[in-house]
C-alpha cells in the first residue's frame, strides 16, 4: 500500500508538467517546479495540456481500446496473422478473456492517470491568477468525464478520485468502488459545470480544445445510456439550435484529412502529422493492411456479419471497409495477398495524398470522438422511447438520405427501435461505440452467441476489473460479477 502511495503522489506531482497538443499544445515537456508554475503566465495552459497529452497514448486510445470497443464486438475479427494474438486480442475476439488480461489493465491505468491530470489541474487552477482560468477549469473537468465515461462504460462502478491522493488514509478512496449510478452523477456534474465555462465554438487556431457543444454532446450521451430520454433529448435540441454544426454531404470525407473539424465535428483528437509529428500512439499503424505490400499490424479487421449489415448501395460501406486487393481514393493499392481479406478504411492515412513524413506510430489521423451524425442518431432513440414516432423518423432519416437510401419503413416503436440500432451500427462503424451498444440496450448475449461466441449474460455485460488492480489494493477492489 505505501508503494501505491508513492506512485499515486509521484505521478500526481509530476504530470503537470507535460505538454502536447495544437498551438499551446504543442509546447516540449519540460520541468518547472510547483511554484514555478504556479506563479507562470502559461501556468494554466501547462496544466491542461497535460491532461489533454493523456488522449495521444497508446494504453488510452489504441490497441486495448480498439480491442474491447471493437475486435470484442461482432463489427471486427481479430486480424492480423492467426499466430499474432496481439497479446490478448485473440481473447477478446473470441471471448475467452480473463481479468489478467493486459488490455484491461491498460484502459483502466491511462483513464486514472488522465484522471489523475484534471484532478491536479482543478485543485490548483481556481488559485491562480492567470487569464482563461475559467475555461481551463472547464476544460479539466470535461476531459475527466471523458475519462470516467469511459470506465464506468468498461468496469461499471469505479473509484471516484475528487482530490489528490496524498496519505494513506486518501488511497483509501482509491481502492473502493463508487456505484455505477454514483459515478454516473459525478460525471454529469462535471459536464454540466463544464458547459458553463467552455466557449461554444473552437477557432481554427484551436482545434483539439472542447467546447460547450462537445460537453453538450458527451452528457447527451450519458443521459441516453442511463436511458434519461428526456435529459438526452433537451442536449441533442441544444446542439441542433446551436446551428453550429450540420451533416456534411460526403460521408467518406469525415475520415480524412481534409475531413478533420468539418462542420460535422464536434470534438476530435487533434494529431500533427508534421515534424515534430504528435499522433496517436500508433492508432494508424496497429489497423493498416498487413502482409505483402503492407502498412501495418492488420488488426481489428471488418467482420463478414458487418459486410452484410449494409443495404445495398450505402455509400457508408465503401468509407469504412477496404478490401484486399482493392484500389483506394488515393491510388494505393491494398495487395491482394494481404494478410486479411479487409481492412478498417476510417483508420487510414494516405502516404501521398495526407500530411505523412515517414512516421508510421505518430501520424496526422485525428480520432472523431464526438460528431453531429451521433448526435441525430441519439435524438431519433430518445424521440422513439419518449412514443415520438415522427421526430424520432426524421432525424433517423437524415441519417439514411446522406447514406444514400431511401427513408425508414418503420413506423411503431418497437420497429423503429430495432431500425435505429442497426442504423448506429453501419454509421459508427469502427468509432468505439459497438461493444457498448450491444451491452448497453441489452442485445450483446443474442448477437455475439449467434456468431458462436461463449457470451455469458450477467457476467459479460461488464468486463473485468483488472486483477493488477485488485491485487495492489490487497484485495479492497471488488471484482464483478461471474469473474473469477
Known amino acids: 500500500m505505501k508503494n501505491l502511495i508513492k506512485i499515486v503522489v509521484l505521478f500526481?506531482?509530476?504530470?503537470?508538467?507535460l505538454s502536447c497538443g495544437?498551438?499551446?499544445l504543442e509546447e516540449q515537456p519540460r520541468t518547472v517546479s510547483l511554484q514555478d508554475l504556479l506563479k507562470s503566465a502559461d501556468g494554466g495552459q501547462r496544466m491542461i495540456a497535460a491532461v489533454y497529452s493523456k488522449l495521444y497514448d497508446f494504453g488510452e486510445h489504441t490497441f486495448s481500446w480498439i480491442g474491447i470497443t471493437s475486435i470484442a464486438s461482432d463489427d471486427a475479427d481479430k486480424g492480423s496473422d492467426v499466430s499474432d494474438s496481439g497479446a490478448d486480442k485473440d481473447q477478446l475476439d473470441d471471448w475467452t478473456f480473463k481479468p489478467s488480461a493486459i488490455s484491461f489493465g491498460e484502459i483502466w491505468l491511462n483513464n486514472f492517470e488522465g484522471i489523475g491530470r484534471a484532478t491536479y489541474a482543478l485543485k490548483y487552477l481556481p488559485d491562480m491568477d492567470i487569464a482563461d482560468k475559467d475555461r481551463f477549469i472547464g476544460e479539466a473537468k470535461m476531459l475527466r468525464a471523458y475519462f470516467y465515461w469511459n470506465l464506468v462504460r468498461s468496469f461499471g462502478g469505479v473509484?471516484?478520485?475528487?482530490?489528490?491522493?496524498e496519505s494513506e488514509t486518501d488511497i483509501e478512496t482509491a481502492t473502493t468502488r463508487a456505484t455505477v449510478d454514483q459515478v454516473y452523477a459525478y460525471i454529469e456534474s462535471d459536464l454540466t459545470d463544464a458547459m458553463a465555462k467552455l466557449p461554444l465554438m473552437i477557432s481554427a487556431s484551436e482545434n483539439g480544445r472542447v467546447s460547450k457543444g462537445a460537453a453538450e454532446a458527451l452528457l447527451a450521451k450519458v443521459y441516453l445510456y442511463q436511458k434519461k430520454w428526456g435529459q438526452a433529448k433537451a442536449?441533442?435540441?441544444?446542439?441542433?439550435?446551436?446551428?453550429?454544426?450540420?451533416l456534411i454531404a460526403d460521408y467518406s470525407k469525415i475520415w480524412r484529412e481534409a475531413g478533420e473539424f468539418c462542420p460535422e465535428s464536434i470534438w476530435e483528437v487533434n494529431a500533427i502529422g508534421t515534424t515534430p509529428n504528435l499522433g496517436i500512439d500508433g492508432y494508424f499503424l496497429v489497423q493498416a493492411p498487413r502482409g505483402a505490400n503492407g502498412l501495418g499490424w492488420g488488426f481489428n479487421t471488418p467482420s463478414q456479419?458487418?459486410?452484410?449489415a449494409y443495404e445495398p448501395n450505402d455509400v457508408r460501406k465503401a468509407a469504412t471497409i477496404m478490401f484486399a486487393g482493392q484500389t483506394l481514393w488515393d491510388g494505393f493499392q491494398v495487395s491482394p495477398l494481404a494478410a486479411n481479406p479487409r481492412y478498417n478504411y476510417k483508420s487510414y492515412v494516405s502516404k501521398t495524398k495526407e500530411t505523412y513524413n515517414g512516421d508510421d506510430v505518430q501520424t496526422n489521423k485525428n480520432l472523431r470522438i464526438l460528431r453531429f451524425g451521433e448526435i441525430l442518431l441519439i435524438k431519433a432513440e430518445?424521440?422513439?422511447?419518449?412514443?415520438?414516432i415522427l421526430p424520432a423518423q426524421q432525424a433517423l432519416d437524415s441519417i439514411r438520405h446522406r447514406a444514400g437510401l431511401a427513408g425508414t419503413t418503420a413506423n411503431t416503436q418497437p420497429d423503429l427501435r430495432n431500425a435505429i440500432y442497426k442504423e448506429r451500427r453501419v454509421e459508427m462503424a469502427f468509432e468505439h461505440d459497438r461493444m457498448f451498444d450491444l451491452q448497453r440496450t441489452g442485445n450483446a448475449g443474442a448477437v455475439l452467441r449467434a456468431l458462436g461466441k461463449p457470451y455469458i449474460d450477467g457476467k459479460h455485460n461488464l468486463f473485468?476489473?483488472?486483477?493488477?488492480?485488485?491485487?495492489?489494493?490487497?484485495?479492497?477492489?471488488?471484482?464483478?460479477?461471474?469473474?473469477?
Open 22 to 24: 495544437k498551438k499551446f
Open 464 to 484: 473485468p476489473i483488472p486483477q493488477i488492480e485488485i491485487n495492489l489494493s490487497n484485495g479492497k477492489l471488488l471484482q464483478n460479477p461471474g469473474y473469477n
Open 305 to 308: 456479419d458487418l459486410v452484410n
Open 159 to 165: 473509484p471516484i478520485i475528487n482530490k489528490i491522493l
Open 382 to 388: 430518445v424521440e422513439n422511447e419518449l412514443g415520438n
Open 235 to 246: 442536449m441533442c435540441d441544444a446542439l441542433i439550435a446551436s446551428n453550429q454544426y450540420s
Open 12 to 17: 500526481f506531482t509530476t504530470a503537470c508538467f
